[in-house]
């Protein structure tokens, strides 16, 4: 009985130490929308919350979405994808500490705010076909993009349209990793072709432009 009781004990103890490691955050998900509505509480393993908001620029069409979940590996990033055509791809993932910390996290464009890096992708862009594309020039990469990415496949935007596409241009390093998981609007439906290649320096021709 002794040993019984001091197990019940040890349990009893863990689970109260269990729960004071839980915190609680924000949790909404607005398809197609900036502002949070019948926002709810989750409870997360980390002390840290999130706030991701998207923007997407498809041709003529904007498309923008907010997500605030429980923190990640995501967190305090831009991820990017520029194509300097018809797609372009914006996602600012805002995080704090804290039970409710992303409960003043809002819709930001923080990411369009960036500048160029030094760095250069072939880049196209084909919205009617998930069949690849042929190069058009190249583009200037900015923020972290690092990495140049050809991708097509079948993905289904914010207000519900599924759509055919193929692209080519700069990516966020690891882009290729997290894919259309870190799009909060978008929804990838079939993936044919996404790869990821080191950028190249826009100077490669130092020797030539300095006349030596």
């Known amino acids: 009985m002794k040993f019984s009781y001091i197990g019940a004990l040890c349990v009893f103890m863990a689970l109260i130490a269990a729960a004071q490691c839980l ?109 690849g594309c042929a190069d058009n020039g190249t583009v200037a990469c900015v923020g972290k993009e690092m990495q140049c990415a050809d991708y097509a496949g079948v993905v289904q935007y914010s207000d519900g349209s599924v759509n055919y596409i193929s692209y080519k241009g700069c990516i966020v390093t690891g882009g290729c990793l997290v894919g259309f998981l870190g799009l909060p609007g978008t929804k990838e439906i079939k993936r044919k072709t996404f790869n990821c290649t080191a950028a190249t320096s826009t100077i490669l021709n130092l020797p030539k432009l300095l006349n030596l």
């Open 23 to 131: 915190f609680t955050c924000n949790e909404c998900w607005v398809i197609g929308g900036t502002e949070c509505c019948n926002v709810k509480n989750t409870t997360c393993p980390l002390p840290g919350c999130m706030t991701m908001s998207e923007y997407c620029v498809v041709e003529d069409k904007h498309f923008r979405s907010i997500r605030k979940t429980c923190g990640n590996e995501l967190c305090n990033l831009c991820l990017t994808v520029t194509t300097g055509l018809d797609f372009n791809v914006r996602v600012s993932t805002q995080c704090g500490k804290g039970d409710g910390s992303n409960a003043n996290l809002n819709f930001t464009e923080s990411c369009n705010n960036l500048t160029t890096n030094g760095l250069k992708c072939p880049r196209c862009y084909n919205g009617t076909s998930a069949e």
